[in-house]
């Protein structure tokens, strides 16, 4: 197991230096002159001069990049004073440190992933599982319609809906916002409940439909029916022979599923205005804040990668064969 997750290490690292790299030279190597970005409107050429001194653009192409990766991981020296590692550099538009405005982003954008993930992972499954347990049947038939339906909504379309209905309209619950979990741990569940419930429709529909299929598939298997010519009960042979077998494939989807996961929290954050990641990536696209979101880029894509080894780890438990591979 050991040296499945070190493999499974090693090209994640090779992975996210392969992602820094093509970040770095497209948004400091493809501009004609990334000074401009941070410069304003009133800008000089003896202010140009003092940015590319200040950031280091005065430099070839490859030392830039060497500097920017060995900031990461020691830190670097700029005008606006140190950088402890890990450093990203600071922002063109307000001059904040890029890791600290990450980190005070982050939470917000981890509670929606996670608890979105919790809630389309027990709905989609449980349902899948009760679809397969009566297939054919009439509640088979409504899981399975209900799927299709949901599958096609989009998040900025059930958002506002959502939000019309349960918190202008009826005022069931109260307006989405994060509030700090250890502060409240009630307010928080309570501020993340629409955009959680929203975030996983999607997701719930296609697992339902996922969990159903892997589920009837595995209760074909020649050990399963094995089992039931043994004479063990069904509820025996569902839960214990072909519930684990049908988690494999859904296991794998998930950790794919995170990076669709991670993109439908940006949009989730726009819909509900959520300060998250997602909020701060497309602030950072409309000011053209380079070292934001190349900050943000790398952090998002070691958060996806790290997810993806844990998800992988997952998966060798289930099916010890995949540790040999």
Same mark, same amino acid.
């Given at each position: ?8 290490s ?8 392969l992602? *820094?790299? =093509?970040t @770095?030279f ?5 501009? $004609?002159d ?5 410069c304003?409107?009133n ?7 003092? &940015? ?6 005065d $430099? ?5 990049y060497?500097? @920017?990766? *060995?900031?990461?991981?020691?830190g670097? /020296? =700029? ?6 590692a890990?450093?990203?550099?600071? %922002?063109?538009?307000?001059g904040?440190? #890029? ?8 939470p ?6 996670i608890?979105?993930?919790? #809630? ?11 679809a ?9 038939? #409504?899981f ?5 339906v949901? %599958?096609?909504?989009?998040?900025y379309f059930?958002?506002?809906?959502v ?17 700090n979990?250890?502060?409240n ?15 996983? #429709? ?7 439909r ?5 589920? &009837?598939?595995q ?8 089992a039931?010519? $043994? ?7 569902? @839960?214990?022979?072909a ?5 494999i ?7 794919i599923?995170?990076?669709?996961l ?8 726009q819909t ?11 602030? %950072?696209?409309?000011?053209t ?13 070691a =958060? ?12 060798a @438990?289930? /099916?010890?064969?995949?540790?040999? *591979?």
């Amino acid at each position: 197991m050991l040296r499945f997750l070190f493999r499974r290490s090693l090209g994640a690292i090779v992975i996210l230096l392969l992602i *820094s790299a =093509f970040t @770095f030279f497209l948004f400091f190597a493809a501009p $004609k002159d990334p000074a401009l970005l941070s410069c304003g409107k009133n800008c000089t050429p003896d202010a140009i001069a003092l &940015i590319h001194k200040n950031l280091g653009l005065d $430099k070839p192409i490859p030392v830039q990049y060497w500097d @920017f990766m *060995s900031g990461i991981v020691t830190g670097r /020296d =700029f005008a606006q004073g140190p950088c402890p590692a890990p450093c990203f550099g600071y %922002s063109f538009a307000n001059g904040d440190p #890029v890791w600290d405005t990450i980190i005070d982003r982050f939470p917000t954008t981890i509670s929606l992933t996670i608890g979105g993930a919790a #809630v389309f992972l027990t709905v989609g499954l449980g349902t899948g599982m009760i679809a397969a347990w009566k297939q054919g049947k009439l509640v088979d038939k #409504v899981f399975s319609s209900a799927s299709l339906v949901l %599958s096609s909504m989009q998040i900025y379309f059930i958002g506002p809906i959502v939000l019309a209905l349960l918190v202008y309209n009826l005022e069931i619950l109260g307006q989405p916002k994060y509030v700090n979990f250890t502060d409240n741990p009630a307010a928080w569940f309570m501020g993340l409940l629409i955009p959680w419930c929203v975030l996983s #429709v999607i997701f719930t529909a296609q697992y339902t439909r996922m969990a159903r299929s892997s589920m &009837i598939e595995q209760l074909a298997e020649e050990h399963v029916r094995t089992a039931r010519a $043994k004479g063990m009960t069904r509820g025996t042979v569902f @839960f214990r022979y072909a519930w684990r077998g049908s988690l494999i494939p859904i296991v794998t989807i998930f950790g794919i599923d995170l990076g669709s996961l991670f993109g439908g929290a940006m949009i989730t954050e726009q819909t509900f205005a959520l300060p998250g990641l997602g909020t701060l990536a497309v602030k %950072s696209v409309r000011d053209t804040d380079l070292p934001m979101v190349m900050g943000v880029m790398l952090f998002a894509a070691a =958060f996806i990668v790290l997810f993806n080894i844990i998800v992988d780890a997952c998966y060798a @438990f289930i /099916d010890p064969r995949v540790r040999l *591979s």
